[in-house]
T-cell receptor, first 113, second 110 residues
Framework: GAVVSQHPSWVICKSGTSVKIECRSLDFQATTMFWYRQFPKQSLMLMATSNEGSKATYEQGVEKDKFLINHASLTLSTLTVTSAHPEDSSFYIC?????????FGPGTRLTVL | EDQVTQSPEALRLQEGESSSLNCSYTVSGLRGLFWYRQDPGKGPEFLFTLYSAGEEKEKERLKATLTKKESFLHITAPKPEDSATYLCAVQGSAGNMLTFGGGTRLMVKP
């Protein structure tokens, strides 16, 4: 199997606070994980590539100081949304690579009030 | 730049009415073409990987095929539980990154 979990599944926070989302590969090790965000009725938008033990690679237009990514172990990557604002409200999904296939987590719904 | 286009955007079928979803792509050095299923409010679920033209894979009522320019996801005698958004993605020469299409939202009515 290839199971990926995310925590929390949903979070509501106040504007200006920071939120951390965890992505774990439960039954395999993943050197590479990806972070996406998805708006309603749209496809996935890649935010960044997370490689274990090195700095994340961010896609054009994604603020690296706002979306902090840490991949400290082969089974865990975290995404921290710093100083969140209402426009950061979205569905955040991670994936972990096993062989060459990306397996996705269940997603985290972030709502910023 | 890799590109993926899926059609139709939405498809309504009656239960038992077979049909096909299309995924057209351009990619520099195809390493794999992936199909995922996504239910509302959930992450994509892996279905198939196709690696070379002529390859076919099946799973229950789904069959995926691949040519050099497009892939089809054939759905035979669909059931309401097959209702979901189906995503196609290609993996080119740039590592494990995927380029996704916009998806096809399938609705199967009983």
């Amino acid at each position: 199997g290839a199971v990926v979990s995310q925590h929390p599944s949903w979070v509501i926070c106040k504007s200006g606070t920071s939120v951390k989302i965890e992505c774990r590969s439960l039954d395999f090790q993943a050197t590479t994980m990806f972070w996406y965000r998805q708006f309603p009725k749209q496809s996935l938008m890649l935010m960044a590539t997370s490689n274990e033990g090195s700095k994340a690679t961010y896609e054009q237009g994604v603020e690296k100081d706002k979306f902090l990514i840490n991949h400290a172990s082969l089974t865990l990557s975290t995404l921290t949304v710093t100083s969140a604002h209402p426009e950061d409200s979205s569905f955040y999904i991670c994936s972990a690579v096993k062989s060459t296939t990306q397996y996705f987590g269940p997603g985290t719904r972030l709502t910023v009030l | 730049e890799d590109q993926v286009t899926q059609s139709p955007e939405a498809l309504r079928l009656q239960e038992g009415e077979s049909s096909s979803l299309n995924c057209s792509y351009t990619v520099s050095g195809l390493r794999g073409l992936f199909w995922y299923r996504q239910d509302p409010g959930k992450g994509p679920e892996f279905l198939f990987t196709l690696y070379s033209a002529g390859e076919e894979k099946e799973k229950e009522r789904l069959k995926a095929t691949l040519t050099k320019k497009e892939s089809f996801l054939h759905i035979t005698a669909p059931k309401p539980e097959d209702s979901a958004t189906y995503l196609c993605a290609v993996q080119g020469s740039a590592g494990n990154m995927l380029t996704f299409g916009g998806g096809t939202r399938l609705m199967v009515k009983p």
